[in-house]
């Protein structure tokens, strides 16, 4: 066990744990953080996407010993009111179903749409193809994503 100091949602945490320990399990069993979730465990499906330094990343396979001095932002963190265009964007669409997928869902579009201001529905298909939705909103998922780039 170790001790880590990590920036999560720009708080500052301490947390006691083994070295490769993944992120996930650190946000949702030791800050609470639950809006990241577990799906598959082995960098597949996305559910657990959060952002290092404004990248998506998986951190499920992210050992909390490599993140160093990166920040984290949750699904928790977008936003201070849930008013990042995506959040509006996904409730104007009523994209989600079950809703397991979708923070990870957002976080993933969040990234993609800092480096991509005015994408075509195929850019947005190839960014979003790595996050699986099992309800299989995938439409609703293209067409808020497309509207929270126009605002
Ligand atoms: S839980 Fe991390 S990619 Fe599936
Ligand atoms: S909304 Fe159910 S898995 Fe995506």
């Not at 720009?10 to 744990?17: F, M, P, S």
């Not at 990042?84 to 869902?105: R, T």
Request: charged letters at 25%; glycine letters at 6%.
């Amino acid at each position: 066990m170790k001790e880590f100091s990590i920036v999560v949602n720009e708080k500052e945490h301490t947390v006691r744990v083994h070295e490769d320990t993944p992120l996930l399990w650190v946000l949702r069993d030791h800050l609470k953080l639950t809006g990241t979730k577990f799906g598959c465990g082995i960098a597949q499906c996305g559910a657990c996407t959060v952002h290092i330094d404004g990248d998506a990343m998986r951190s499920c396979i992210y050992p909390i010993s490599a993140l160093g001095e990166s920040k984290v932002t949750t699904i928790e963190g977008l936003s201070t009111k849930n008013d990042h265009p995506l959040q509006e964007a996904w409730v104007k669409h009523d994209v989600p179903q079950c809703g397991y997928c979708q923070s990870g869902q957002i976080m993933t579009a969040a990234a993609f749409l800092k480096e991509s201001k005015n994408p075509s529905d195929s850019e947005i298909v190839e960014a979003m193809s790595g996050n699986i939705c099992r309800c299989a909103a995938y439409l609703r998922i293209k067409e808020a994503v497309k509207t929270a780039a126009k605002s």
